[in-house]
């Protein structure tokens, strides 16, 4: 039972390139998240799909696109990484929804040049 | 929207003592509280929550405390060991609500031998 796995691990874009984030859960979850983590500044939401075929806007979701591609797997793309969206990523699941009990992955270190 | 305050943002104790970290929340309608702790270089994960329908929640050697009049919820730790050494994040939010889960900026909880 691998939980939520992301990939890549790590990745560095230089500005303008563009790339997409993988997240895969093995839980039957109906809700994904992706969360962006610096500094000092804890989680931030980026977007979330309560359930297959949704997808919503989070705290900070300018710059970043996502696709719900079935219930098992949800993307994050950057169409033109900035210096700004230098961050680790986390994607999440529930298996209540509602924000609760997150599975986090184990994050993408990016950083963009 | 929701803003978490969260203090201190380094806690050190010696080994056995106990550890307090504390979080206020704006939004009176929230009412999902969690704590997730996060060792170096790995994923968050959740350690205990609790509803706003519960004044406070135990598990082992962690609580949660929850006052809603005052807007404020801890968690403490008690008799630490070296393990419990990581960053600890509170959050809050609306269950069911569409803004997610707004996470504090971290208690990085040092535990002295």
């Known amino acids: 039972n691998a939980g939520v796995t992301q990939t890549p691990k790590f990745q560095v874009l230089k500005t303008g390139q563009s790339m997409t984030l993988q997240c895969a859960q093995d839980?039957?979850?109906?809700?994904m998240y992706w969360y962006r983590q610096d500094p000092g500044m804890g989680l931030r939401l980026i977007y979330y799909s309560a359930s297959e075929g949704t997808t919503d806007k989070g705290e900070v979701p300018n710059g970043y696109n996502v696709s719900r591609l079935n219930k098992r797997e949800f993307s994050l793309r950057l169409e033109s990484a900035a210096p700004s969206q230098t961050s680790v990523y986390f994607c999440a699941s529930s298996p209540t929804g509602h924000n609760e009990k997150l599975f986090f992955g184990s994050g993408t270190q990016l950083s963009v040049l | 929207g929701e803003n978490v305050e969260q203090h201190p943002s380094t806690l050190s104790v010696q080994e056995g003592d106990s550890a307090v970290i504390k979080c206020t929340y704006s939004?009176?309608?929230?009412?999902?509280f969690p704590w997730y702790k996060q060792e170096l270089g790995k994923r968050p994960q959740l350690i205990i929550d609790?509803?706003?329908?519960?004044g406070e929640k135990k598990d082992q050697r962690i609580a949660v405390t929850l006052n809603k009049t005052a807007k404020h919820f801890s968690l403490h730790i008690t008799e630490t060991q070296p393990e419990d050494s990581a960053v600890y994040f509170c959050?809050?939010?609306?269950?069911?609500?569409?803004?997610?889960?707004?996470f504090g900026k971290g208690t990085h909880l040092i535990i002295q031998p």
């Open positions: 609790i509803r706003s329908n519960v």
């Open positions: 839980m039957n979850h109906n809700s």
């Open positions: 939004d009176s309608a929230s009412n999902y």
């Open positions: 959050a809050a939010s609306i269950r069911g609500g569409a803004d997610g889960l707004t």
